[in-house]
């Protein structure tokens, strides 16, 4: 059964960066025909789409975070990566690692609460 | 970008009475060459992931009872959760991913009478 958990530090000062990551166990990010993302959703909010990363390494990023935002992935780990430059109070949020199907989440990590706050 | 707009906001139906929530796109995620609407839902109950429940507009996940389906095609979409049970308190998104960015509508809060 595929699991996703989402790893990092909670609270980030401001225009410090922020990294996360994500840790894919009973399967392999390596496996073509998933891509590999990161939706975030501020406190009593919606969802946004971060990005995501095939597992050839090409990307895909929100224009509005496009210059801060880098995903990555390192299959000897099965892990992949978020790191947001410059964060500020705007990017508190819960951030949710996921695989992706044709474009669709078919699996979630938990979440994990990120503050900006010096 | 493809903008998402659900309706209503939130809802309240007695149990077993059916459930009825809307989602609505800026332009049309029917991709002609397929035949397919790339139109997903999500079901988020409070502190926990948002969970597939539907994909292509009407094909359900597995696992997902049959009182949810999903319905409409072009710009025009529904789930309906044909007899409510209290587990489906929730908040619903809809999400397009005919093309990026990926965009989700603001949710639909379900909540019991």
């Known amino acids: 059964q595929l699991q996703l958990q989402e790893s990092g530090p909670g609270l980030v000062k401001p225009s410090e960066t922020l990294s996360l990551t994500c840790t894919v166990s009973g399967g392999s990010i390596s496996s073509s025909g998933y891509y590999w993302g990161w939706i975030r959703q501020s406190p009593g909010k919606g969802l946004e789409w971060i990005g995501h990363?095939?597992?050839?390494?090409?990307?895909d990023y929100i224009p509005s975070l496009k210059s801060r935002v880098t995903i990555s992935l390192d299959a000897s780990k099965n892990q992949f990566s978020l790191i947001l430059r410059s964060v500020t109070a705007a990017d508190t949020a819960i951030y949710y690692c996921?695989?992706?199907?044709?474009?669709?989440?078919?699996?979630w990590g938990q979440g994990t609460l990120v503050t900006v706050s010096s | 970008d493809i903008v998402m707009t659900q309706s209503p906001d939130s809802l309240a139906v007695s149990l077993g009475e059916r459930a009825t929530i809307n989602c609505k796109s800026s332009q049309s995620v029917l991709y002609r060459s397929n035949n397919k609407n790339y139109l997903a839902w999500y079901q988020q109950k409070p502190g926990q992931p948002p969970k597939l429940l539907i994909y292509w507009a009407s094909t359900r996940e597995s696992g997902v009872p049959d009182r949810f389906t999903g319905s409409g095609s072009g710009t025009d979409f529904t789930l309906t959760i044909s007899s409510l049970q209290g587990e489906d308190v929730a908040v619903y998104y809809c999400q397009q991913y005919l093309t990026t960015p990926l965009t989700f509508g603001g949710g639909t809060k379900v909540e019991i009478k």
């Open positions: 996921g695989r992706i199907l044709s474009y669709y989440f078919d699996h």
């Open positions: 990363i095939y597992y050839d390494g090409g990307a």
